[in-house]
């Protein structure tokens, strides 16, 4: 199978591009292929071979039909995620990851599911029964709870995983899914230590060309998983159809042989009713 990128596509997306040597985490060693300028450049070879890795463990859970949280507050790369991410109905956190968003997973649920009392509220009458500065505090309240939690309406239950751009930055959100053994998939610079997450893709995590390309070969993962799942469902209910027709062909088929046989058993009366009756006659005559 071939690989989902290549070097010189990495190379012109500027994912070779670490941080300043003084700011280096020496964790990132095996990753690191040179420095020039006082800049640390990454192995492109590894990084293609890291996607790969991401990518399909990515596709298996999409195929499962669980959910990955995308998370990513940086400038750079929030644009970029709630671009490619939303259409695929994943859930993705872009502005302040709230504390406890995993281990607090309950209380979060709580104000998702205030965001649709207050949409009830303003299409079943509510609204028009109080006063025009309830409505107004309402409306911001609800702003707000969609600033912070409208990506993630329809997070349900905890995600399978967390894909992150920027360990550092997020170090709370990789510390909550860690403490829930929850996996963690991540975009690395040489700044951040890449032991923290499960799967590790060491590439510039601050140029916005870098970040889109590997989010879009992640969302490209997560597509053929949705795919495979949606092939694997159609597949199921065609089994279970033809199952079904074969059942009822089998139970036509011995409704048939069931029928047949008991023509056979009232022919084999009359017939043996017919051959009783000339002897019986025989037998009166002879006694007179």
Known sequence: ???RTSFNELLEAGAHFGH???????????????????IHLIDLNKTVAKIDEAANALKQIARSGKKVLFVATKKQAK????????PLNMPYVTERWPGGMLTNFATIRKSIRRMGQIDKMSTDGTF?????RERLM??????????????????SRLPAALFIVDITKEHIAVAEAKRLNIPTFAVVDTNSNPNQVDYAIPANDDASTSIALIIELMAGAIREGLADRKMDK?????????????????????????????DKDEEGEEKSGAAKKPGTRKRVNAKK
């Open 1 to 3: 199978m071939s690989s």
């Open 20 to 38: 300043l040597k003084r700011k280096w985490n020496p964790a990132m060693a095996p990753y690191i292929y040179a420095e020039k300028n006082g």
């Open 79 to 86: 644009d970029i995620v709630a671009e490619k991410i939303k």
């Open 128 to 132: 028009t029964n109080i006063s025009k």
């Open 138 to 155: 309402l409306s911001r309240e609800r702003a707000k709870l969609e600033l912070q939690f409208g990506s993630i309406a329809d997070l």
């Open 234 to 262: 159609e597949t199921a209910a065609e089994e279970k159809e033809t199952k079904e027709e074969s059942a009822a062909e089998a139970e036509e088929l011995a409704e048939g042989v069931k029928i047949k046989g008991l």
